[in-house]
């Protein structure tokens, strides 16, 4: 059998990584709504679920980057800048997943900063695995471009930086108690 190609890796494990992205919003959504009825157990039971979908898409995330970084720069890098794709700054930010997690994290922060103690360390779980999520996003990116990469969506700032605030950023929308708000949320 011959291996797959790393454009068709990268395209596969990012569909896999979108598919539990979506998955995630819709046990957040369950989250709020078992929040609004006071329904402690389903609350923590969606909360789980979303951690073990986090845990997923970090681990679609490090699949996607199971080639070279020489396959990276040939095949996927150039994949990501027109005119393969329409708009300079190509980035996984501009997906209606994207959006719609961050948007609805917006939302739950104030249920995240005020949790039931008995919802405590399902959120510190979730917490936990976004920060898994997000680390080894900034992995796989360093791996492939290394320390001193423009973005592709921000060309004039330092990529890993970039996503490395990201991180941080998105982290506090959904632990609020443990860092400062980012201004890039």
């Known amino acids: 059998m011959t291996p797959p190609h790393a454009r068709e890796i990268w395209r596969e494990f990012h569909w896999a ?6 998955g995630m919003i819709l046990c957040l959504r369950r989250f709020a709504g078992c929040l609004e009825c006071n329904d402690l157990k389903g609350a923590e039971t969606e909360l789980e679920t979303a951690t073990t979908l986090m845990d997923a ?6 699949l996607a980057g199971s080639f070279t970084r020489a396959e990276y720069e040939r095949d996927i890098r150039i994949s990501m ?3 393969n794709v329409k708009s300079e700054g190509f980035s996984g930010l501009m997906s209606w997943e994207h959006g719609a997690l961050v948007n609805l994290w917006r ?3 104030p249920h995240f900063a005020n949790l039931p103690v008995a ?5 510190a779980e979730f917490a936990a695995a976004y920060r898994r999520m997000a680390d080894g996003h900034v992995k796989v990116c360093a791996r492939f471009v290394g320390e001193d990469a423009i ?10 930086a970039s996503l490395r605030r990201f991180g941080k950023s998105r982290h506090a929308l959904i632990n609020p108690e443990a ?7």
């Open 151 to 160: 973005s592709l969506r921000y060309g004039d700032r330092d990529a890993l």
């Open 179 to 185: 860092e400062p708000e980012g201004t890039d949320a």
């Open 107 to 109: 939302s739950l922060r």
């Open 17 to 22: 990584f979108f598919l539990h992205t979506q």
């Open 57 to 62: 898409s970090a681990a679609a995330m490090q």
């Open 81 to 83: 800048t027109p005119p």
């Open 119 to 123: 919802l405590q360390p399902a959120h």
